[in-house]
């Protein structure tokens, strides 16, 4: 996730035009299911209208306690909320109380009109002043710290309070900001079941045992195999165990035909990553952990050399989100891979 301290408001309209087609822009990390029930009766002490409820979030909370939610009839769209205290929360938003959240971003601000999301007294007469309609309780994590531009992942955007929102099907890299947490004069009750926290992505549940074929890669991960279809890619996806954590990734156009292995121009593959973890984005090439997953690495990050299998066939492209072209012949220069990956899930 890249962090920047913002110097001025930021007016550009930079929408992002892309469809979704990028494996990590069309599933969602799992964050947070499972505890008490949507259904769940309302807490007394909450405020109207809200209830507490088990919401999965598209990428993973910066806060880790409660969850609740509320219908917007003027926005039509469930407001979620997951505490990092009782006054202070990441606001999500979401189509159905059942499906996923999204978090939320503003063109013109890092995020002070969505107070009006859960204060329905709240008014911001100068967007840049999150305290100027008399709300002297609110705040962001921005005023005292950093914004955020998570590039890459889905949300919702728009620019000034009162205005409807718009879904981003990726997020742009330029002037589309939120924050970790704000504080809108409204608070929650803490107690209770927090829904688990924060839980790490499980794509296995679409993994299938596979023994296919490649073309004799020289790589450690020795173990059990599985394959997946990418949708946005429109190749199957291959892993070669090491450990459930760690596995060396291949791409196919068929699931009995041959499967090779991937090439970055850009990189040695740090950005292959998406193929396996749905919620991975990679804002720096050359850092694979610069997306926020700490637990994602490569052999080359662990002190092994990349390698340049020249000669040899296999996929490839430069950058995050890019299309895979095949190399029937492997270039001597510029092309490389690794032994394996971390990628922040476990398989299956």
């Known amino acids: 996730m890249t962090r920047r301290m913002r110097k001025e408001r930021a007016w550009g309209w930079a929408l992002a035009a892309s469809a979704c087609a990028l494996l990590a822009a069309c599933q969602p990390v799992v964050s947070g299911g499972g505890g008490v029930d949507a259904d769940s009766d309302p807490v007394a002490s909450a405020p109207s209208g809200w209830t507490r409820a088990c919401f999965e979030t598209f990428d993973a909370s910066s806060c880790d306690g409660a969850r609740y939610v509320s219908y917007n009839a ?123 926290g924060s839980q790490p992505p499980s794509p296995g549940v679409d993994w299938t045992p596979a023994s296919f074929v490649d073309t004799g890669v020289s790589t450690p991960c020795t173990g059990e195999r599985y394959v997946r279809f990418d949708q946005g890619y429109g190749l199957y996806v291959g892993v070669a165990l090491c450990s459930p954590t760690r596995y060396k990734i291949f791409l196919g156009e068929a699931l009995d035909g041959v499967f090779h292995q991937i090439g970055d121009y850009a990189g040695h593959g740090q950005d292959h990553c998406e193929l396996v973890n749905p919620g991975f984005t990679i804002p720096n090439e050359d850092d694979i952990r610069s997306g926020g997953c700490m637990d994602c690495a490569t052999s080359v990050e662990a002190g092994s050399l990349y390698e340049n299998p020249a000669g040899s066939e296999g996929w490839s492209r430069a950058t995050f989100g890019g299309s895979f072209t095949f190399e029937p012949v492997w270039p001597e220069y510029n092309l490389y891979t690794v032994a394996w990956y971390e990628c922040g899930v476990a398989i299956p």
């Open 74 to 196: 003027t926005y039509q769209k469930y407001v979620g909320v997951v505490l990092c205290a009782e006054d202070r929360y990441k606001l999500y938003l979401g189509e159905s109380e059942g499906g996923v959240f999204y978090q939320i971003g503003d063109y013109a601000g890092h995020g002070q009109d969505h107070c009006e999301l859960v204060n329905p007294t709240f008014t911001l007469p100068d967007e840049d002043d999150i305290q100027s309609g008399g709300c002297v309780d609110c705040a962001t994590s921005a005023d005292s710290s950093w914004y955020a531009n998570p590039v890459g992942t889905q949300g919702y955007s728009r620019g000034v309070f009162g205005e409807g929102f718009t879904f981003e099907p990726l997020w742009p890299e330029y002037n589309l900001y939120t924050v970790d947490w704000l504080s809108c004069g409204v608070s929650f009750p803490a107690a209770g079941d927090t829904c688990g």
